[in-house]
C-alpha cells in the first residue's frame, strides 16, 4: 500500500537535464536589465528551460490563453511525474484523497471524459459523473441550477463539458469550486492541448521551433484554438489549414502561417495535427461532399511523405477514417494517436493536483 | 436653456402655463415670482433642454409583462430623463392593428408617466408577408411602422410599405439585417469571436440590407429610418444615398457608441454584452462617433431591451438579445461623447429630442413658446455610479451596472408635471 501510493520521481529526467525544480534563474535568462519599454520574449533557448515555478496560481482551467510558458511547462513536468503512476501494477496515489470530483458532461465524449475519470480515480478522489441523460437538464433545468445544485453537494472541483463556448466561465462566476474546462463550444479544449503537447515533448524532446500543421475543420475547432495559444506561448511554429468556409476570419492574428493547401501545410513538418470534420458541418454548406473532402484534405500516406521523416500524426479523436485521415496512416508507423490517449490521464491526473494547490516539489521529494 | 430648434444656449427663465410653455425670458431681477400657486425648479448651472425622445424602446406590454410594462417602462424613462418614447411592435400579441395600439395608448393613459407613441407593425403579425393596417394604427396614435427585429426582408413588402407610408407621412423603420449572413451569429465576426469560440454576426449582414433598402427607398420615394446602425460601411451608404437625395435617416445606441465586441471577452462572456446588431470593432465605433459629430447620425435611441434576469442568466449562446438602455443613455452620452468626446450640447439635444421628435412627425423636440412643456433638466457635472437594482425598469440586464459617469438628468417634466426629480432642485 505504502509503496504504491508513494510518487517516484527520480530518474524522470527530461529534456531539461536533471530538472529539478530550484529558485535559480534559467541559464540563459538575460539579466534584470534596464528598463526595457516593452517586457522583451525571452530569447529562445535551446531547449524547455528549467521550470521556474513549482505551483500554478490559478484557481481554475478555462483555457490555455493567457498561461506563460512557465506555467506550462511546470504542468508538463508535473505531469511526466505522473505518467508513471499508470505503469505500476498498482496504479494509485492518495494525493487528492477526501476530495470530491464532478465530472459535468454536458456534451458526449468517449475520450476526454473516461481520461478525467481514470486521472482523478489513480488521484484517490471521489468522483461523480454527470451527463444530461440521466439529470434535470432533460427536465428543462438551466445550467446555473444545475450547477448551483451540484455546488450544494460540496464538491472540490467541477470539471465541465458543454456545447457553448464560456460555459466554464459562466460556471467559475457562479460556483465556488475549481473549474477545469473539458471543452466548451468552438473555444477551448486545454488538457487537450497539454496533452497533445505533452506528446510532442516526448516525442521531439521539445516544442520550441517545430513546425506544427493543423488540418482540418479550424472554424468549430477548440482544439485548434487551445493549440495555437499554447503551441506559439512554447515558441513552435504553427501552419494552419482548411478549407477557406472553415477558416474564422483573422485568424493569423493569433500568429499562425494561414493556407488551404494541405501540400503547403505539411512541407516539412515535424508534427501533423489532423482535426476531425463533423458531417454535419457538410449540411452547413462548408464543402460539398465528404468525398472532396477527402480528395482537397485528407491526409494519405503521400500527402504525409512532403512532412520530414521523423514525422508524426496526431488526431484528437474521434476519427473519420477516410474522410480527414486515410487508415494507412492513423494506423501507420508515424502515428501517435493512441500515445495521446494514454498521455492525457497523466497530463489531466497535473491539472488536478497543481489546481488543487499540489506543488511540483513536493511531488519531487 | 439649450434649444437648438430656435437656436437658443442661453441663461434663461421659462414659464410653463397650462402644460404648454407660456413664455421664455432673460432672468431679471425678482426672478422666481412664479404665478400664485406655481412652482420654481431651481436649475442654475444646469441643463434645461427639451423634454428628450428615445425613439426606440421596447415597453413589452401587452403579453410579456414578466420582462416590463408601459407602467415600469415609462418610470424607467422618466428617470433616465425621457418625457416621450417611441414603442417597438414585438409585443404579445404584435401591434399590428388598431386593438394593440389603441390598447397601448389607453394604458399609457392610465399608468404611463411620460408620453408613448406606439409604433406599429409594417406586417401582418411581423410576419413580413402582407401589409398590415397600417392606417387604423396611426388613426390610432400609432407614428411609424417596423417590424422591429425582423429585418424587412422582402424588397418588394418593402417596397410596397415605404409608398404606402407616404399616405400618413410617416416613416417606415427598418433593422438592416440578412439573416442569412447573420445565420445564428451571436457577436460580431472578427478576431474577437474567433478567439472566443463565438458564431459571428459579420458587419456586412447589416451592410447588405442597408443597401438594399437604401435602393429601394431611392425608387419607392418614402421615408426610411434604419434602426440601430452599427459599423462604418453602413454609414458611409447612408451617407451617399443622403447626397443622392434619398430620404433616409439613422440612428445609433448608446452602447455601440461605448462598447466594443471586445467588450464580450473582457467580461468573460456576459450575456449582459450579447445584443443584435452586436458590439461592433473600435473601428466601426469611432466611425459612428464621427457620424455623431458630422450629422450622418441623426439620433441615439436606447434600443431599451428588457429580459427577466433568468433569461440573461444563461449561456452567451442561450441568452437573448437586448439590454435595457432607458436609465443609462443620458449619462453614458454626457459622459463618453460630450465630455470625453467634444460633442456639443446642442448637438446633444438635436441628436437626444430635436431629430428623434422631427423623424417621428411629434410635436415635440423644441422649447418654443406655445409648446408642450416637456423639459428634461441635466446636471452636467453630477457624477453617479450606475446602481441597476435602484432602475426603476423591471429588468437588470444592463452591462453599464457600476460604472462611474459625470452628467445625469436631475428632472423630468412632462407637460408641466414633475415626473422625475434626482436632487431637491426645487424651492418654495
Redesign the interface.
Known amino acids: 500500500m505504502i509503496e504504491g501510493t508513494r510518487l517516484q520521481t527520480a530518474g524522470r529526467k527530461a529534456a531539461a537535464g536533471g530538472s529539478r525544480p530550484a529558485r535559480r534563474p534559467a541559464p540563459d535568462r538575460r539579466p534584470a536589465a534596464a528598463p526595457a519599454p516593452e517586457p522583451v520574449e525571452a530569447e529562445a533557448p535551446a531547449s524547455e528551460p528549467a521550470p521556474r515555478l513549482l505551483a500554478l496560481k490559478h484557481k481554475h482551467l478555462l483555457g490555455m490563453e493567457g498561461l506563460t510558458a512557465d506555467e506550462i511547462a511546470l504542468i508538463l513536468d508535473t505531469a511526466r511525474s505522473f505518467a508513471e503512476v499508470s505503469t505500476r501494477s498498482i496504479k494509485k496515489v492518495p494525493t487528492l484523497r477526501g476530495r470530491t470530483i464532478v465530472n459535468f458532461f454536458m456534451e458526449p465524449s468517449t475520450r476526454t471524459r473516461s481520461s478525467f475519470e481514470i486521472a482523478e480515480k489513480r488521484l484517490s478522489a471521489d468522483t461523480l459523473n454527470f451527463s444530461p441523460s440521466q439529470s434535470s437538464v432533460v427536465k428543462g433545468e438551466s445550467l446555473l441550477d444545475t450547477a448551483r445544485n451540484l455546488e450544494a453537494m460540496a464538491p472540490d472541483m467541477i470539471v465541465i463539458r458543454h456545447k457553448a463556448s464560456g460555459a466554464p466561465h459562466f460556471l467559475a462566476r457562479h460556483c465556488r469550486s475549481n473549474i477545469i474546462n473539458a471543452g466548451d463550444g468552438w473555444h477551448e479544449h486545454p488538457t487537450q492541448a497539454l496533452l497533445d503537447a505533452f506528446t510532442i515533448r516526448e516525442k521531439k524532446g521539445r516544442l520550441q521551433g517545430l513546425r506544427v500543421a493543423i488540418v482540418g475543420d479550424l472554424m468549430h475547432s477548440r482544439v485548434l484554438r487551445s493549440n495555437i495559444f499554447l503551441l506559439k506561448t512554447m515558441g513552435a511554429d504553427v501552419v494552419v489549414c482548411g478549407p477557406p468556409t472553415l477558416i474564422p476570419v483573422e485568424l493569423s492574428r493569433l500568429g499562425v502561417g494561414v493556407t488551404f493547401r494541405v501540400d503547403e501545410a505539411v512541407e516539412g513538418a515535424d508534427v501533423v495535427m489532423m482535426l476531425r470534420i463533423q458531417t454535419e458541418r457538410q449540411k452547413g454548406g462548408a464543402f460539398p461532399s465528404t468525398r472532396e473532402y477527402y480528395n482537397l484534405f485528407g491526409l494519405t500516406a503521400e500527402r504525409a511523405r512532403r512532412a520530414r521523416p521523423d514525422v508524426i500524426i496526431m488526431h484528437p479523436g474521434p476519427m473519420n477514417r477516410g474522410v480527414e485521415i486515410d487508415s494507412a496512416v492513423a494506423d501507420g508507423p508515424y502515428s501517435v494517436i493512441l500515445e495521446q490517449v494514454t498521455n492525457g490521464v497523466a497530463v489531466r491526473m497535473a491539472v488536478l493536483y497543481l489546481l488543487a494547490g499540489g506543488t511540483l516539489g513536493e511531488l519531487a521529494d | 436653456m439649450i434649444d437648438p430648434a430656435t437656436k437658443t444656449d442661453a441663461v434663461m427663465d421659462l414659464l410653463i402655463v397650462d402644460g404648454r410653455v407660456a413664455e421664455r425670458r432673460a432672468p431679471e431681477k425678482g426672478r422666481g415670482a412664479a404665478p400664485a400657486g406655481g412652482r420654481v425648479l431651481e436649475a442654475t448651472g444646469h441643463w434645461v433642454c427639451p423634454g428628450l425622445v428615445d425613439m426606440h424602446v421596447h415597453l413589452r406590454e401587452p403579453g410579456q409583462e414578466h420582462k416590463e410594462s408601459i407602467e415600469s417602462g415609462t418610470r424607467a424613462a422618466a428617470a433616465g430623463g425621457f418625457t416621450s418614447v417611441a414603442c417597438m411592435p414585438n409585443t404579445d400579441p404584435w401591434n399590428d392593428g388598431l386593438s394593440v395600439t389603441e390598447y397601448i395608448v389607453a394604458e399609457a393613459r392610465r399608468r404611463g408617466v411620460v408620453n408613448v407613441f406606439p409604433i406599429g407593425c409594417v406586417s401582418k403579425g411581423g410576419l413580413g408577408a402582407e401589409l398590415a393596417e397600417i392606417g387604423d394604427m396611426v388613426r390610432s396614435g400609432a407614428v411609424a411602422v417596423s417590424d422591429d427585429g425582423r429585418p424587412v426582408g422582402n424588397s418588394y413588402l418593402l417596397r410596397m410599405a415605404l409608398e404606402y407610408a407616404k399616405i400618413f407621412g410617416i416613416p417606415l423603420i427598418d433593422h438592416c439585417e440578412d439573416r442569412n449572413l447573420s445565420a445564428s451569429g451571436v457577436m460580431h465576426?472578427?478576431?474577437v469571436?474567433?478567439?472566443?469560440?463565438?458564431?459571428?454576426i459579420?458587419a456586412a449582414s447589416e451592410e447588405v440590407a442597408v443597401a438594399t433598402d437604401l435602393a429601394v427607398a431611392a425608387m419607392s420615394g418614402g421615408r426610411l429610418h434604419v434602426a440601430h446602425l452599427s459599423t462604418r460601411g453602413s454609414l458611409e451608404k447612408i451617407r451617399r444615398a443622403r447626397a443622392d437625395g434619398v430620404a433616409v435617416t439613422c440612428e445609433a445606441t448608446p452602447h455601440h457608441l461605448v462598447l466594443t465586441d471586445q467588450s464580450v471577452a473582457d467580461s468573460?462572456?456576459d450575456p449582459n454584452m450579447k445584443m443584435n446588431p452586436p458590439l461592433r470593432s473600435e473601428e466601426d465605433r469611432q466611425a459612428l462617433l464621427q457620424g455623431l459629430r458630422d450629422g450622418t447620425i441623426d439620433a441615439i435611441a436606447s434600443d431599451h431591451a428588457p429580459h427577466h434576469a433568468?433569461e440573461k442568466?444563461?449561456?452567451?449562446?442561450?441568452a437573448p438579445f437586448g439590454i435595457i438602455g432607458l436609465e443609462t443613455t443620458v449619462p453614458l452620452v454626457l459622459d463618453r461623447c460630450v465630455r470625453k468626446e467634444g460633442l456639443a450640447p446642442a448637438r446633444f439635444v438635436e441628436l437626444l429630442a430635436q431629430n428623434p421628435a422631427r423623424i417621428l412627425g411629434i410635436n415635440k423636440g423644441t422649447l418654443a413658446v406655445g409648446a408642450d412643456a416637456d423639459v428634461t433638466i441635466i446636471d452636467p457635472d453630477l457624477g453617479r455610479t450606475v446602481d441597476v437594482s435602484q432602475f426603476k425598469s423591471k429588468a437588470r440586464n444592463s452591462p453599464f451596472h457600476g460604472w462611474r459617469l459625470r452628467g445625469w438628468p436631475v428632472a423630468t417634466v412632462v407637460a408641466g408635471r414633475v415626473v422625475h426629480e434626482l436632487l431637491p432642485v426645487a424651492t418654495r
Open positions: 465576426e472578427g478576431f469571436s474567433t478567439v472566443l469560440g463565438l458564431k459571428g459579420p468573460h462572456y433568468d442568466l444563461v449561456e452567451f449562446d442561450e
